[in-house]
């Protein structure tokens, strides 16, 4: 079943085509790889998708609805939660606190409800907290629940990332390069770590350079250069694709 | 984790000790005024009176700047709103003399509506921009009471609105001398409680935002637009909602202020109390409650032991006074507000690094 699908999306900024008539289609309970070199508008992608950018053209269809023109909150209540490029944690609050604001789209208690402390808004705040370290947990960092997000290690922050997008209960993850600047060990965990998210029902869109992990990893990869899609398939198939070697190495293998 | 901190966790968890500290807190705060005004004079439980006006705009204040990281400069604005409201309403002005229970509600429901005018032109505006706007606002308003004389006289423009209604509960008047139980209480005095009460108040209904989904979501916008958006919080609300509760606190305030006074005009309105709320909250501790209320009260009274001290000691040290007190309080004013940002650029009390592990709601 489909459960993301662009239609020949275009992107100008200025005079630059960041992307042009891309076509792409993520399956339901998929790992789906997204590669290309630099500025070949990957990130570019991710934003028209999490709402940041709205596309010049084209359709962006999420589990049957349009998220075309819709706003970044509004993706995030329709399922998609994402990770960033360069870390984005709330640095002055908790680890625990982080992953609490990631429960706010699916929590509904308001000014009123907090101020009087009502009973709905006592049981919801409990829940939220249950659920927050339940996420702590899943992703192994409940140890540094009260630590400030900005003082955990590097790979710990990339898990605590992790941990507060998927408090959003998303139908689909995007994390864009959840391994830059990770060591093997790391990379191994992060594997570990996608793979199980997979496992417990959640369809992943990766944005990686690391092509080992993305081969190793993914149901199915898309390669984007400059702008467009010039392969598509199964990780063996996109590996010896003439086009594919072309963009990463300037040329075709002797 | 230190001796110390380890020390409040035991006293916070204990709660018969702590029952025992709000009873002393009670008993303190319910002498206060007595053992002022039989110490220092009558005068100082009115300073009181002001200092909790005051900590009740820093209050209100810090949930837009501390909490929500809006940089507001016109803050005052919804002070003056809120006085002026009472003085419309409560005053030979219009002949109109509403009772405080319902002036007090419409007086902040007004400075919300006013905050979400300023709100809502300013979503996209951060930092520095945001500032220079609210700035422009404040002054806005404030012109706007000096003018409104005509060609309809509505606030009587820079003479201001005079013998305003005070609180009456029961028929009896607050701002007069009562004899309860054989004890005089003078107006300030019984204002004093009265503010207390809604200070209170205030700092219940800021601890509770605080902690709850919406105060995370105002701190979430403050340290990340960006990724609170993709939280699935709509920073354009939480914004608003921001700039109208703490408007609504400066309305209450600006109320008060109008009631105790029994007089308003707009040079209490000027750009310098904005700068001077906005010091109590950032040299306070910006986004700590506690750390808000200190700064406030610090910011009020000091100067006012100073104004009343600096002309003696001078006299008696030099024979003669050679600067003149209000100058002496910029100067010093000044001086305070750099050594902090020095020594403790966070605030004199600012927030224990955040919530810790015993929260469960």
């Given at each position: 079943m489909k459960l993301l699908e662009l239609k020949s999306v275009g992107k100008k900024f200025g005079g630059v085509?960041?992307?042009?008539?891309v076509n792409l289609t993520v399956q339901l309970g998929e790992i789906y790889g997204l590669i290309g070199p630099n500025g070949a508008g990957k990130t570019t992608l991710f934003n028209l998708l999490t709402g940041v950018y709205s596309p010049d053209i084209g359709e962006i269809n999420f589990d049957r609805a349009s998220?075309?023109?819709?706003k970044p909150h509004q993706v995030a209540s329709k399922g998609i939660a994402r990770t960033f490029q360069n870390i984005r944690l709330f640095?002055?609050?908790?680890v625990l606190e982080n992953v609490m604001v990631g429960c706010h789209a699916r929590t509904k208690v308001g000014a009123l409800g907090a101020v009087l402390k009502t009973r709905a808004s006592k049981d919801e705040e409990a829940n939220i907290y249950r659920q927050s370290m339940a996420w702590l947990a899943y992703v192994g960092?409940?140890?540094?629940?009260?630590?400030?997000?900005?003082?955990?290690s590097y790979g710990d922050q990339r898990r605590l990332e992790v941990a507060r997008a998927l408090a959003t209960q998303p139908k689909l993850l995007a994390l864009d390069?959840?391994?830059?600047?990770?060591?093997a060990t790391e990379t191994e965990e992060l594997k570990a770590l996608i793979k199980k998210i997979r496992a417990d029902g959640v369809s992943v869109l990766l944005i990686e350079h690391d092509v080992k992990l993305i081969m190793s990893l993914c149901d199915r990869l898309a390669v984007l250069d400059y702008g467009e899609k010039i392969a598509e398939g199964e990780p063996d198939a996109v590996r010896g694709d003439p086009a594919v070697i072309k963009a990463y190495l300037g040329g075709n293998l002797p | 984790m230190s001796i110390i901190s380890k020390g409040i966790e035991k006293i916070r968890s204990n709660k018969r000790i702590l029952f025992i500290g709000y009873v002393l807190l009670g008993i303190a705060l319910v002498s206060l005024p007595f053992l002022l005004s039989n110490t220092v004079g009558r005068t100082w439980v009115r300073i009181l009176d002001f200092a909790l006006i005051y900590a009740m705009l820093a209050l209100g204040l810090n949930i837009v700047?501390?909490?929500?990281g809006l940089l507001d400069l016109g803050y005052i604005a919804f002070y003056a709103v809120g006085a002026y409201a009472w003085a419309l309403l409560a005053s030979?002005?219009?002949g109109l003399h509403l009772p405080f229970w319902a002036i007090l509600p419409i007086g902040a429901g007004v400075a919300a509506i006013f905050g979400i005018l300023l709100g809502a032109p300013t979503l996209r505006l951060r930092g520095d921009y945001l500032a220079i706007v609210t700035l422009g606002f404040g002054e806005i308003i404030r012109i706007f009471l000096n003018n409104l004389?005509?060609?309809?006289?509505?606030?009587?423009?820079?003479i201001g609105i005079n013998k305003i209604d005070p609180i009456v509960i029961a028929g009896a008047d607050l701002t007069r001398t009562h004899e309860i139980l054989g004890i005089q209480f003078s107006g300030a005095h019984i204002y004093y409680y009265v503010l207390v009460l809604l200070l209170m108040i205030t700092v219940l209904i800021c601890v509770r935002l605080e902690n709850s989904r919406l105060g995370r979501a105002w701190i979430a916008v403050r340290e990340d637009e960006l990724a609170a958006q993709a939280m699935g919080i709509n920073t354009r609300n939480v914004k608003l909602l921001a700039f109208a509760l703490g408007a609504t606190f400066g309305g209450v305030a600006g109320g008060l202020f109008a009631s105790l006074q029994g007089f308003v005009s707009?040079?209490?309105?000027?750009?310098l109390e904005s700068i001077m709320v906005l010091c109590m909250v950032v040299l306070g501790g910006m986004g700590h409650i506690f750390g808000v209320l200190l700064g406030a009260l610090l910011l009020t009274t000091l100067p006012e032991i100073l104004r009343s001290t600096a002309s003696p000691i001078q006299e008696s040290l030099?024979?003669?006074?050679?600067?003149d007190p209000e100058a002496l309080r910029m100067l010093l004013f000044g001086l305070a507000l750099i050594l902090v940002m020095l020594v403790r650029p966070t605030g004199l009390w600012p927030g224990t690094t955040r919530k810790q592990l015993g929260n469960k709601g």
């Open positions: 085509q960041a992307l042009s008539d998220l075309v023109g819709l640095q002055e609050m908790s960092i409940e140890s540094e629940a009260s630590s400030l997000s900005k003082n955990l390069e959840p391994a830059a600047g990770m060591n | 700047v501390g909490f929500a030979p002005q219009f004389d005509h060609p309809v006289n509505v606030t009587n423009g820079p707009p040079e209490s309105f000027v750009l030099f024979g003669a006074v050679y600067i």
